[in-house]
C-alpha cells in the first residue's frame, strides 16, 4: 500500500519499464538495426535514442552560436558581403 499522498511507488523513480509500440514496419526497421548493431531490440532503441538526443542537441548549440557570432560581428559581415 501506498503512503497517503503518494500516487506513484518510488520504484517506478528508480528503473522506470515503459512499452514501446509500433507498427509493424517500424518493427522490421528497428529488427534489421538490432541484427546490424549486433544487440537487442531494447538496445538499439537506447542508442537510436541517444544519438538521436546527442545529434539534436549539438544541432541547436551550433545554431545558438551562429546566431551569436553573426549579432557580434554582423557589421564586419556586412562589410564583407559588399
Known amino acids: 500500500m501506498l503512503?497517503?499522498?503518494r500516487l506513484v511507488s518510488l520504484r517506478y523513480h528508480v528503473a522506470v519499464a515503459m512499452t514501446l509500440r509500433l507498427s509493424s514496419e517500424d518493427e522490421a526497421?528497428?529488427?534489421?538495426l538490432a541484427e546490424a548493431q549486433g544487440v537487442s531490440k531494447q538496445e538499439a532503441t537506447v542508442r537510436a535514442?541517444?544519438?538521436?538526443a546527442q545529434?539534436?542537441?549539438?544541432?541547436?548549440a551550433v545554431a545558438r552560436s551562429s546566431q551569436r557570432v553573426r549579432e557580434r560581428?554582423?557589421?564586419v559581415l556586412d562589410r564583407l558581403g559588399r
Open 3 to 5: 503512503p497517503p499522498g
Open 29 to 32: 526497421v528497428l529488427a534489421q
Open 49 to 52: 535514442i541517444r544519438e538521436s
Open 55 to 60: 545529434r539534436r542537441l549539438h544541432e541547436h
Open 73 to 75: 560581428y554582423a557589421d
